[in-house]
């Protein structure tokens, strides 16, 4: 974890706007609720960019990818995850 910690913050001072987004346990409804639901798609892992929408399009493919969906939240949640991207 240390080397992936060290990976980013060098990402960041080379870019000098970086944006890390960490797909851990990913689930239907926020992890902040009081009762967090079952993860439907596990780990999947680190992302970096510069560019805050790339990675949230690419965050949503990926987990499209593991659940084999086109859009995972939209079956599961009833609205579009590309609604918040």
Known sequence: ?????????LFTIATKNGFHQFLVDISTSCDCSRNPEKPFVPNIGIL???????????????VAKAHRCADP???VNRVSGYRQI
Do not use: G, P, Q, Y
């Open 1 to 9: 974890m240390s080397i992936c910690l060290n990976t980013l913050r």
């Open 73 to 75: 939240f939209l079956e």
């Open 48 to 62: 970096a960019s510069t560019d805050i929408v790339a990675i949230e399009k690419a965050s949503h493919d990926l």
